[in-house]
């Protein structure tokens, strides 16, 4: 495996020497360290790592609020490592988009896997992300070349699929996407 780039952030120095110790002895690579969650953001956002490893309990804003930010920007994944377990922080662990967590004090042989399925994980949430995103797009482009031959159909008394094919043959001669054919029928007969 390649060494990953990774982000640790705890308010507490010692554990952040022992983590980053921890983690080049596993050939990885600590790109950068935070004390509190507001500076792992940052440091997360300037860095772009394969992981971020964050503390729960943390000034400024605690660990989880800052993997809330982390994820819902899509930047890395989050593995939580900390002292706590109780029901409540694994709930809003979950809630915040957290891919894994790991209770301290933690072992090398738990923290690997543990890394390698917070990666995983994330790597699957952005493919179907890229999935919705793509059959989105799909749909809207469906719903306008539907819109678009339902025009031709009116102003020239075509067939539906006489349309569709004006569409098309506009499409490749112009080398526009029939979308942007279709909205360009539809904006020209909304007037």
């Known amino acids: 495996m390649e060494p990953l780039r990774i982000v640790i952030a705890d308010d507490e120095p010692i554990i952040r020497m022992d983590l980053r110790r921890t983690l080049e002895n596993m050939g990885h ?5 935070a004390g509190d969650g507001r500076q792992a953001i940052e440091v997360t956002r300037e860095l772009k790592p394969d992981v971020v490893i964050l503390d729960v309990k943390m000034p400024q804003m605690d660990g989880i609020d800052a993997a809330k930010v982390i994820s819902t920007e899509g930047v890395a994944p989050v593995l939580l490592l900390t002292a706590y377990s109780d029901r409540e922080l694994v709930e809003r662990a979950k809630d915040a988009g957290v891919f894994a967590y ?6 090398e042989a738990d923290l690997m896997p543990a890394i390698e399925i917070a990666i995983a994980r994330f790597e699957e949430m952005l493919e ?3 999935e919705v995103a793509d059959l989105e797009n799909k749909l809207e482009t469906r719903k306008a070349v539907d819109r678009a031959k339902g025009i031709l159909m009116d102003l020239y008394g075509l067939k539906e699929q006489d349309a569709f094919r004006r569409i098309q043959v506009q499409s490749m001669n112009t080398r526009k996407s029939m979308r942007e054919i ?3 029928i539809i904006i020209a007969n909304s007037v």
């Open 29 to 33: 690579i600590v790109a950068g360290e």
């Open 102 to 107: 790991l209770i301290k004090p933690f072992k």
């Open 128 to 130: 179907i992300e890229k």
């Open 182 to 184: 279709a909205e360009a």
